[in-house]
């Protein structure tokens, strides 16, 4: 069942940027507090960034300074700018909405030259 959709992803060269969306499926229901996750194959499911209802921001360590969360309430939509991209930034992207636990199927992101 699909509940949010990431968009995106692709193949970038180390050095770029990207930057993925997180929107609710028909824009049925509001977006509150929202976690991005990433998974690389044969790793651990990753928290990477959070924004709460109220636009209070945190990240992990690895992308700190680098990724920067954001949201646009008229729009729904919750963004996530990725800058300076690493080849171990490469895994699938994931958004979760925290009260309701909904969740997307994913954008991948392939950090390669």
């Known amino acids: 069942q699909v509940q949010l959709v990431e968009s995106g992803g692709g193949l970038v060269q180390p050095g770029g940027s990207l930057r993925l969306s997180c929107s609710a499926s028909?824009?049925?229901?509001?977006?509150?507090?929202i976690r991005w996750y990433r998974q690389a194959p044969g790793k651990e499911r990753e928290l990477v960034a959070l924004?709460?209802?109220?636009?209070?921001?945190n990240y992990a360590d690895s992308v700190k300074g680098r990724f920067t969360i954001s949201r646009d309430n008229a729009k729904n939509t919750v963004y996530l700018q990725m800058n300076s991209l690493k080849p171990e930034d490469t895994a699938v992207y994931y958004c979760?909405?925290?009260?309701?636990?909904?969740w997307g199927q994913g954008t991948r992101v392939t950090v390669s030259s």
């Open positions: 979760n909405e925290v009260l309701q636990n909904y």
């Open positions: 028909g824009s049925i229901f509001r977006l509150n507090y």
């Open positions: 924004i709460t209802t109220a636009g209070t921001t």
